[in-house]
């Protein structure tokens, strides 16, 4: 086994120094190109004729009609509205979709069949937006939610992978450690899959059939992930200084001997506070690893194993750099830059072990050095700021020690001309869209550092070559129509990513604020001869329930309708009532005959069934009497409220009964949605309508809210149903199982659990589209019914 590790070793070692050969070459020929400064005058000639499209001269009029109008790059649908309405659209996808078959596909773009299919990927993704950036009722429509990734599943047949996939990444960013910018790792965790999709895709060809393609798609999303897990928690981890020395020392091993063996090995002892992070990262990791070798084909598995190593290792020997170390060459700076660039895009081919593509190894492994210090640039205040050692970081510190050290913003330059004139030999296409990047690069850091330390930069980094930077600066100023739109997807990701952590924490917080405070309203004085029922009902209600009803109708009522907030305490009051009533009544011997509620005994069984049962109709009682104490609200607004609560009850009552006609009996679907509704879906109905009724909100917006509530509570007993198969008792605070036992029809029973998880996102679907006739940006509907599907009790 030693003499094979050393062996493996070996080989591994060889291959990583062969790919150093090649990068060694590649960067002593910009080396040559950089000291001549032949890259000058053949860009400069590039940019005279590419000026020609992006520099315009405006009339006084034309400027003060038109370009004033055009907003923000960042304002995602703005933009591409405004991109359409100034015919503008087009051209901008078609450089960005340009863009990404030459980063991400290593495509040649004056090959007839790219620029095909280049056309019909515009052509589509330009109706996509054009009619997804349309308003309703002022409200825009979320790009990127959850709903609309859903429904680009249903489209393709994988919508059990998508399910699985949204658990994963939920899963993900659970355990994103703080230290680590998290929104950024699930960015890239998100682009790789993307990536590996869009490989995919361009090797299916027209001809390939449904099932095929669906079968390739679940793969490429599965393979993504598993490649793509490796940026979170290899690169990011390891960049990120969470873990003590030892512990990089221990994990950097393991991944290594992954890499050269094969094989992932036990974790073994491990000791620290980062103990429960790296079991998670290292079962993960495994199970990732083990799927993407089980996808290998034996033409691609070398390769794989080869180009994952060389990525591995030049990120180490990167990652191992400091900035105190004042002697690195530039050989020592540069090669593993243009390893790690390249290999990172060859890793993705070999993990779909898609054929051989002519071309393609030379033109990635050219271009990588490219994107590299275009990021590097993009990144060099943040890096400078942790240490972190790139060219741009070890020039700003040495520069004016060392005269042998290169300029990587020459070097840059260098590389877009070896890459327009040598690798995509003068093609205009290419030339067009490398300069735009280019050019949008400076535009988008000097916006992002303000002018003033943009011209500091700017100084510094291009002082050997005045003349030719006065060129690009003029550009920068002047030029227009170099935007991207996967940079726009990037910033509106991140906003996204943010903007929903923040919410989230807005919404747990409210829950948990109001929750505590609806506590301590419930609690029913005690009154003379009704001692033991009050007794039997305070037990009920003190127990660990979730308030979902109350907290909804109180964010709605105070939050959104302006309604005073001890107004509507009664009806807060009364929704608890009601509903704690129905969970006894649900509990008892003749009915469901729970014996833990709420993590409690059930009423029956600590009092007895007699308690049990006057408690219940106490309690709708006394649901009554708080909605009668609306003091606030005319009267005429007040019965309505008790009419409309009087109906739900009826309701409500009518569901019951049907629930338990239906025990052994195996129920269709509409009859369980039928009966979902009415045992669940009418209290979020009423949690939401009531509180809209003391407001007089439209009649329209209840209608909305209305059928929000319909395909909310069917997706909360779903997702009910399949925590009783598949929950923990301790989360749930009551047995699992219980449907079974008692033999009841469930969307489980009658769908099985993947039946049931796709029909309960088609429900999140209908609801979330729902909330957009909602004339009012609810936010903490969203998040419930996030909540609701996510949550694990």
């Known amino acids: 086994m030693c003499s094979m590790n050393e062996e493996l070793i070996k080989n591994a070692d060889a291959s990583y120094q062969l790919a150093e050969q090649n990068a060694a070459h590649y960067f002593q020929s910009l080396y040559e190109q950089v000291t001549q400064r032949s890259f000058i005058p053949i860009l400069t000639k590039d940019f005279q004729s590419w000026k020609q499209n992006h520099i315009h001269r405006h009339s006084i009029l034309s400027f003060l009609s038109g370009r004033k109008g055009k907003p923000d790059t960042r304002a995602y649908h703005n933009y591409i509205q405004w991109l359409n309405y100034t015919g503008k659209l087009e051209n901008y996808l078609d450089r960005s979709i340009s863009y990404i078959f030459m980063r991400d596909l290593g495509k040649s773009l004056d090959a007839p069949e790219t620029q095909k299919r280049v056309r019909r990927v515009v052509e589509n993704l330009k109706n996509n937006l054009t009619n997804s950036t349309q308003t309703n009722r002022g409200i825009k429509i979320e790009r990127f939610s959850l709903a609309e990734l859903y429904r680009m599943a249903q489209k393709e047949g994988i919508e059990l992978t998508m399910i699985w996939l949204l658990e994963k990444l939920k899963t993900v960013s659970s355990n994103i450690p703080n230290g680590m910018d998290a929104e950024n790792a699930q960015r890239k965790l998100i682009k790789i899959i993307a990536g590996v999709i869009m490989h995919e895709v361009e090797e299916m060809g027209d001809e390939i059939s449904l099932e095929e393609r669906t079968q390739k798609l679940d793969a490429a999303i599965r393979l993504g992930y598993a490649y793509g897990l490796t940026y979170p928690f290899i690169d990011d981890l390891l960049d990120a200084k969470i873990l003590s020395i030892e512990e990089e020392k221990k994990y950097s091993d393991l991944i290594r001997s992954t890499l050269i063996t094969g094989t992932v090995p036990e974790l073994g002892e491990w000791s620290g506070k980062n103990v429960n992070l790296i079991r998670y990262i290292h079962a993960e990791l495994r199970d990732a690893f083990e799927y993407i070798k089980s996808h290998l084909r034996p033409e691609t598995e070398q390769k794989f194993f080869e180009q994952a190593y060389v990525f591995f290792n030049s990120q180490e020997v990167d990652r191992l750099k400091t900035l105190s170390e004042p002697n690195y060459s530039n050989e020592e700076l540069y090669i593993p830059v243009i390893l790690k660039s390249s290999s990172s895009r060859l890793i993705v081919r070999s993990v779909i072990s898609a054929p051989e593509d002519e071309g393609f190894e030379e033109r990635t492994f050219f271009y990588g050095i490219y994107n590299q210090l275009a990021d590097d640039f993009a990144d060099m205040d943040e890096d400078l700021k942790e240490g972190r050692v790139t060219p741009y970081t070890y020039y700003l510190k040495y520069h004016d020690k060392r005269d042998n050290l290169i300029n990587p913003f020459e070097l840059y330059w260098t590389v877009i001309s070896n890459l327009i004139h040598e690798v995509y030999h003068s093609d205009s296409k290419a030339c067009e869209v490398i300069l735009d990047r280019a050019i949008n690069g400076l535009k988008r850091f ?22 030719f930077n006065r060129v690009i600066q003029n550009l920068v100023r002047k030029a227009d129509d170099v935007d991207f739109f996967d940079k726009l997807l990037r910033d509106q990701m991140i906003t996204n990513l943010k903007n929903e952590r923040q919410e989230r924490e807005v919404f747990k917080d409210t829950v948990e604020t109001i929750r505590k405070e609806i506590n301590h309203l419930l609690k029913i004085p005690k009154i003379k001869n009704v001692e033991p029922i009050i007794d039997a009902a305070n037990y009920s209600l003190e127990g660990d329930g979730k308030r979902l009803r109350p907290i909804m109708t109180w964010v709605m009522g105070v939050n959104e309708y302006g309604l005073d907030k001890s107004a509507i305490v009664p009806l807060l009051k009364s929704l608890e009532y009601m509903h704690t009533a129905s969970l006894i009544f649900d509990d008892l011997p003749s009915q469901d005959n729970s014996s833990v509620r709420r993590g409690r005994p059930t009423l029956h069984q600590v009092f007895n069934v007699s308690i049990a049962e006057l408690t219940g109709l106490f309690l709708t009682q006394k649901a009554i009497e708080e909605q009668a104490s609306l003091n606030y609200f005319d009267s005429k607004t007040v019965l309505t409220v008790i009419h409309y609560s009087a109906q739900m009850t009826a309701l409500m ?9 239906s025990k052994g009996k195996q129920l269709t679907l509409e009859q369980l949605n039928t009966l979902c509704f009415y045992k669940t879906g009418i209290a979020f109905e009423a949690s939401l309508i009531m509180p809209a009724i003391l407001a007089q909100a439209k009649e329209s917006e209840m209608e909305a809210l209305k059928k929000f509530a319909h395909h909310a509570g069917i997706a909360f007993q779903i997702k009910d149903d399949l925590l009783d198969v598949e ?37 999140y679907c209908l609801a979330m589209e729902a909330l957009e006739d909602v004339p009012r940006n609810i936010s903490f509907l969203k998040h419930l019914l996030n909540y609701i599907v996510n949550r694990d009790h």
């Open 653 to 661: 009552c009518t569901g019951q009964a049907m629930d338990l006609d």
């Open 446 to 467: 000097k916006r992002r550092m303000g002018t003033e330390r943009y011209n500091e930069i700017m100084k510094l980094f291009a002082f050997g070559i005045p003349k």
């Open 727 to 763: 929950g923990d008792t301790v989360l749930l605070g009551k047995p699992i199982g219980k449907d079974a036992e008692n033999n009841n029809s469930t969307f489980v029973s009658v769908l099985g659990p993947d039946g049931a998880r796709k029909k309960m996102w088609e429900h």
